[in-house]
T-cell receptor, first 115, second 111 residues
Framework: QKEVEQDPGPLSVPEGAIVSLNCTYSNSAFQYFMWYRQYSRKGPELLMYTYSSGNKEDGRFTAQVDKSSKYISLFIRDSQPSDSATYLC???????????????FGQGTILTVHP | DVKVTQSSRYLVKRTGEKVFLECVQDMDHENMFWYRQDPGLGLRLIYFSYDVKMKEKGDIPEGYSVSREKKERFSLILESASTNQTSMYLCATDTYTDTQYFGPGTRLTVL
């Protein structure tokens, strides 16, 4: 079993739809949770960053973390064609431990938002 | 803005060749990372470095080595390239914040 599992997609939605992207994980030591967005032929860029459980909102994006269920989600409201990209979840135990801030990534979900 | 640059966007090499991929960052970050990205597998950590001349193996170090002689530069070396090393290679950097900044990637094809 992989340490982080991400819904593989691909996902295709109409413009304006609400998108839900999800990851589950098995390592209870993960404390930091991130979502990266990667456009075609580009490197990933950080989209959302959350520490421990709870919700975080940034414009049309909401990140949710449920540590008790080992489950994280990214919601995109009013999706736009410019949101078409690969979305990667990532997790870390934290730089203070022995992991030196190592991230463990999900497999990525390809999202297409069509006009 | 953090800038992470990689020496080549596209590279084609032959089996058995020695391949150097170079990464340079301009933000004085301590940590640097090399990943490979393959469809369905996500990003997998090859090696990382938390200081000059220091290196640690990641999850898939076999067939690779690294060099960090200066803080801003981290090189990935394929000693003898093989076809199963055809992949997208991504360099990243951070400064103990768990927020990694990525370069644009190098798409390597080994024939």
């Amino acid at each position: 079993q992989k340490e982080v599992e991400q819904d593989p997609g691909p996902l295709s939605v109409p413009e304006g739809a609400i998108v839900s992207l999800n990851c589950t994980y098995s390592n209870s030591a993960f404390q930091y949770f991130m979502w990266y967005r990667q456009y075609s032929r580009k490197g990933p860029e950080l989209l959302m960053y959350t520490y421990s459980s709870g919700n975080k909102e940034d414009g049309r994006f909401t990140a949710q973390v449920d540590k008790s269920s080992k489950y994280i989600s990214l919601f995109i409201r009013d999706s736009q064609p410019s949101d078409s990209a690969t979305y990667l979840c990532a997790m870390s135990e934290g730089a203070g431990g022995t992991s030196y801030g190592k991230l463990t990534f999900g497999q990525g979900t390809i999202l297409t938002v069509h006009p | 803005d953090v800038k992470v640059t990689q020496s080549s966007r596209y590279l084609v090499k032959r089996t058995g060749e020695k391949v150097f991929l170079e990464c340079v960052q301009d933000m004085d970050h301590e940590n640097m990372f090399w990943y490979r990205q393959d469809p369905g597998l996500g990003l997998r950590l090859i090696y990382f470095s938390y200081d000059v001349k220091m290196k640690e193996k990641g999850d898939i170090p076999e067939g690779y080595s690294v060099s960090r002689e200066k803080k801003e530069r981290f090189s990935l070396i394929l000693e003898s390239a093989s076809t199963n090393q055809t992949s997208m290679y991504l360099c990243a950097t951070d400064t103990y914040t768990d927020t990694q900044y990525f370069g644009p990637g190098t798409r390597l094809t080994v024939l």
